[in-house]
C-alpha cells in the first residue's frame, strides 16, 4: 500500500472557516502526512476560529488575508515568506456570493453582485498564483476546489455557477503557463457536501438527495474522500497531472438523466 508522506513540505491553505469547511478536511489530510501548513483568516474576528482547530499542532502558522485585496495578498505571502524559503503546495478553497444574488432570476443579479462572486470566487486564484508562484522555486502543486454546476444548471447556484466556470478556465490557464516552472494546478469537483457555504443555497437538501439518488455509487460523498483526492493532487503521486478537474461526485457527473 502506498503512503504518502510531505514531511520537509510546506504549504498554504486558503478557506478553513470551521470543522465543516472542506478546507478543514483537506488540512488534516495534509497534516497527517507530515507537512508543514499555512492557514489563513480574513480578519481578526475570524482568527480565533481557525486558532481553535489547531491549538494542538505543532507544523502550523496562522496568516491574515482578506483576497478581496491585492495588497493583503500580497502582504500575506510576505508573512509566509519570511519563514518559507520553498512553498511546495496552495490550496484555493475560496466562495462567495452575495445571499440575495443565489435565488430569484438569474436575469436580475445586479452588475455588483457579479463582480463580488467572481472576484473572491474566481480572481483571487489569480492574484493569489501571482505571489505564490515566486515561492515555488522547486515546483508544486496548486489546487482550487470547484463544483459541477460551472457546466450544467443548479437551481439557486445562479452566479456562482458562472463564477465556477471562470475559476476552471483558469485553473487550464494557469497550467498552461505554470508547466514550464513543474507547477501543476488542478481542481477538485466535490459532489454536494454540508458546509457553511451550502447553507446559503436554496433547495440544497433536494440537491443532496438527488445526487444520492442518481449517483452510481447511490449515495453522497464525504469530506474525507474530497480530502483524499486534493492529498494525492497535491503530492508526487500525481506528479503528471495537471489542467485536470478531478470530479469526487459518486460518478454524478457521469449520468444524462
Not at 501548513?37 to 491549538?55: D, H
Not at 430569484?104 to 462572486?117: E, I, K, L, Q, V
Not at 463564477?163 to 497550467?175: F, G, N, T
Not at 443555497?201 to 483524499?228: C, W, Y
Request: glycine share 8%; hydrophobic share 45%; aromatic share 8%.
Amino acid at each position: 500500500m502506498y503512503s504518502i508522506d510531505l514531511t520537509g513540505k510546506t504549504g498554504v491553505i486558503f478557506g478553513v472557516a470551521n470543522q465543516r469547511s472542506i478546507a478543514w478536511h483537506i488540512a488534516l489530510a495534509l497534516h497527517q502526512a507530515g507537512a508543514n501548513i499555512v492557514l489563513t483568516y480574513q480578519n481578526e474576528r475570524l482568527r480565533q476560529n481557525v486558532a481553535q482547530l489547531v491549538t494542538e499542532w505543532e507544523n502550523v502558522s496562522l496568516v491574515e488575508c482578506d483576497v478581496s485585496s491585492d495588497e493583503n495578498i500580497q502582504g500575506a505571502f510576505r508573512k509566509i515568506a519570511d519563514s518559507c524559503d520553498n512553498l511546495s503546495f496552495v490550496v484555493h478553497s475560496i466562495a462567495f456570493a452575495n445571499r440575495d444574488d443565489l435565488g430569484g432570476n438569474f436575469y436580475d443579479t445586479p452588475r455588483s453582485g457579479f463582480g463580488t462572486a467572481l472576484d473572491i470566487s474566481a480572481y483571487s486564484l489569480i492574484a493569489i498564483a501571482r505571489y505564490a508562484v515566486p515561492l515555488m522555486q522547486s515546483g508544486g502543486s496548486m489546487i482550487a476546489l470547484t463544483f459541477n454546476a460551472s457546466q450544467q444548471v443548479y437551481p439557486g447556484y445562479n452566479i456562482m455557477g458562472t463564477a465556477k466556470a471562470a475559476l476552471e478556465h483558469e485553473v487550464r490557464q494557469l497550467a498552461a503557463e505554470l508547466g514550464d516552472k513543474n507547477i501543476r494546478v488542478n481542481a477538485v469537483s466535490p459532489g454536494p457536501l454540508d458546509t457553511l457555504a451550502a447553507r446559503g443555497i436554496q433547495g440544497f437538501v433536494d440537491m443532496k438527495r438527488i445526487h444520492a439518488q442518481r449517483a452510481p455509487l447511490r449515495r453522497n460523498i464525504t469530506h474525507a474522500e474530497v480530502a483524499s483526492a486534493a492529498l494525492f493532487l497535491l503530492c508526487d503521486m500525481s506528479a503528471g497531472v495537471t489542467g485536470t478537474i478531478l470530479p469526487v461526485d459518486g460518478g454524478y457527473h457521469t449520468m444524462g438523466v
